[in-house]
């Protein structure tokens, strides 16, 4: 009789290993030169799967899998990534990366073929709210109408700064925030004494920056990914110390390997950056568990070591959320797995308890609650600015 329970315990394994794979879909930016930002998506995503497929995977014993693909940052491409992705059979949702534009043109496409969107990093508040019903996109991360009355409160109280200039890409993400900001200005006692748009690839802010600081700016908001940032961070730097503003900063710098791309001219410059999450002296179970993990598959050495640690933690509670929807669904159907993500259940998280991570009319998961500021230090390192 034993001989049989363990025979039958040996094929059910086999069973579960054997059982086809249910696949999520990452499109992110991993052909970016100086990019981090997708890597650390990945990497939260592998270490929830990992957890889940040794718990005993999804729909009675069916492994996860990933798929991946890269965008380039570029838009075209990423609505091509996604149209591909959604042929391939069992895959319940796609991942995207940090760009915010390439989430917002492809809702559309998202919507045509309904594939969930899930979005760990992207703060444009256009990616959910729009106008498409039923919506097919899911975001744990933050929304630029949090950030914006962030920013001002930021400036009012660590710099004494009511008098701000604003640098913009000429992009979805730009716009956001400058509406987000004008609205935060208007209701905190602040003003606005101007802004300048950008394009990916200037060669230089300086000018623009100058004419900011020229029109009576105490402080420089910057909406910028790592590329834009670590320019404008060495000339500020190489200005007389007297025109260096302080430079309260959007999270997209912390999607590529910004302290090194700015080397010594960052300690010339105060500089801050918003930020949702932080391994550095997080105590909790659930990140110990990651970063132990992190220095286990990558061989990252300690919490301070992790890269654009905010697309790890994100990515991996959105995966552990996807896997309970998957689940309640009961099915790979994307129809009903995009209605169980609005009818989940309380979940322990990495960043918090989602008491319910989303509903019919909410698909942020996170609230304005989690934004904080930090600073670099001369190591790359992201500490919370207490």
């Not at 054997?18 to 650390?40: C, M, N, R, W």
């Not at 729009?130 to 929304?143: D, G």
């Not at 410059?269 to 550095?280: A, C, G, K, P």
């Amino acid at each position: 009789m034993r001989v049989l329970v363990v025979f039958c315990a040996v094929l059910w394994c086999g069973l579960v290993q054997a059982a086809a794979p249910v696949y999520i879909g990452l499109d992110a930016e991993f052909g970016h030169k100086t990019s981090t930002s997708a890597q650390a998506v990945l990497q939260g995503m592998e270490i929830a799967v990992e957890e889940i497929n040794k718990a005993g995977g999804v729909l009675g014993g069916r492994p996860l899998e990933i798929v991946v693909r890269d965008n380039r940052s570029i838009t075209a491409v990423g609505i091509d990534n996604l149209r591909e992705l959604a042929q391939v059979k069992d895959l319940v949702a796609v991942f995207g990366g940090k760009f915010s534009p390439i989430y917002i043109e492809s809702l559309p496409v998202v919507h045509e073929l309904g594939i969930p969107l899930m979005d760990p990093w992207g703060s444009a508040d256009l990616i959910t709210d729009h106008h498409h019903r039923p919506s097919y996109t899911f975001r744990l991360s933050i929304k630029d109408a949090w950030v914006g009355p962030a920013f001002v409160r930021f400036a009012k109280q660590q710099h004494r700064a009511t008098r701000l200039g604003v640098l913009l890409p000429n992009t979805a993400w730009g716009r956001s925030n400058k509406a987000a900001l004008e609205q935060a200005v208007a209701s905190a006692g602040a003003q606005l004494v101007g802004h300048h748009w950008y394009n990916w690839g200037d060669p230089s802010l300086v000018q623009a920056y100058q004419q900011l600081r020229q029109a009576g700016a105490q402080a420089i908001i910057l909406i910028a990914n790592e590329t834009e940032g670590a320019i404008l961070v060495k000339e500020v730097a190489a200005l007389a110390p007297t025109q260096r503003l302080p430079i309260i900063s959007h999270w997209g710098v912390t999607g590529g390997n910004f302290a090194k791309m700015t080397g010594e001219a960052l300690n010339q410059v105060d500089f801050s950056v918003v930020q949702s999450f932080s391994f550095i002296d997080n105590d909790s179970p659930s990140a110990r568990r990651v970063v132990d993990a992190m220095g286990r598959r990558y061989g990252v050495a300690s919490a301070r070591a992790i890269q654009s640690p905010v697309g790890v933690a994100h990515a991996y509670d959105l995966t552990h959320l996807l896997a309970k929807a998957i689940d309640k669904a009961g099915s790979t159907d994307r129809a009903r797995v995009r209605s169980a993500l609005e009818a989940l259940p309380s979940h322990k998280g990495l960043l918090r308890t989602y008491t319910r991570p989303f509903t019919a009319t909410r698909h942020d998961a996170l609230s304005r609650d989690v934004l904080f500021f930090s600073r670099y230090t001369a190591d790359g390192e992201l500490i919370p600015i207490r």
